[in-house]
């Protein structure tokens, strides 16, 4: 029981299934979620068919975290979409839907982790952000302004969760193989990697690497924080 327990948003595929494979191999307690099931199991894995936009749906997924567990001590904010498109051919639509999977799901699910890790005095939060938006990239204005936005959100939760032991963090990562820019032409993924400080893409383990740092216990003191994968 004094395994950790950790919740992952968008876990079905990507790098959310990567996270929950990463942190079932070290002996966590993984819980994640998405909106439909996926295609594969693991063992000790609890998943939950959840749209992180819909609060009841979200409620109901803590209250079985609370019941089934009675504790969560990590939550990485990983569900999000994007729309790469030109702000003159966006609709309304499409924006609205952005910022309720970004920033209306990553707030729902922060503010319902913080109320079961705060009876224990301690807790991680982790939201995924963009190398995007530090670049200021054209051509995903509804993106880029959701993600500053998650980054805005985590400061002002990462003072509000202060006295309770939580902490709250952001990882922005460089471009990384998934179905956000699969199709994305890969000369422009190689003008915006260009632009950056180290000129490459991310992979999975630089991501969890990053995620790994804001999770340790040693970091108590590093909160409100955004890390950019490939430096800005």
Request: charged content about 20%; proline content about 3%.
């Amino acid at each position: 029981m004094d395994k950790p327990v950790t919740l992952i948003t968008g876990s079905r595929k990507g790098i959310g299934e990567y996270l929950v494979r990463t942190y079932a191999s070290t002996g966590a307690r993984v819980v994640g979620c998405s909106r439909t099931a996926p295609e594969w199991s693991l063992d000790g894995y609890t998943h939950f068919c959840v749209d992180v936009t819909d609060e009841e749906s979200v409620l109901d997924m803590f209250s079985s975290i609370r019941t089934e567990f009675g504790r969560l001590d990590h939550l990485v904010n990983n569900a999000g979409i994007a729309s790469m498109n030109h702000s003159l051919l966006t609709p309304a639509s499409t924006v609205r839907k952005i910022f309720d999977t970004n920033l209306v799901g990553t707030f729902l699910c922060s503010r319902e982790a913080a109320k079961l890790m705060m009876k224990r005095g301690c807790g991680r939060i982790v939201n995924l952000s963009s190398i995007a938006v530090a670049l200021h990239l054209e051509g995903e204005a509804a993106y880029v302004a959701s993600k500053a936005a998650v980054e805005s959100l985590t400061r002002v939760l990462a003072r509000e969760f202060a006295a309770f032991g939580v902490t709250v963090n952001t990882v922005g990562p460089a471009p990384l193989e998934t179905d956000l820019i699969r199709s994305v032409p890969k000369d422009k993924i190689e003008r915006i990697v260009q632009r950056q400080i180290v000129k490459e893409m991310a992979a999975p383990e630089d991501v969890v690497n990053a995620i790994n740092f804001f999770l340790r216990k040693e970091s108590r003191l590093i909160s409100g924080q955004t890390i950019y994968l490939g430096g800005a």
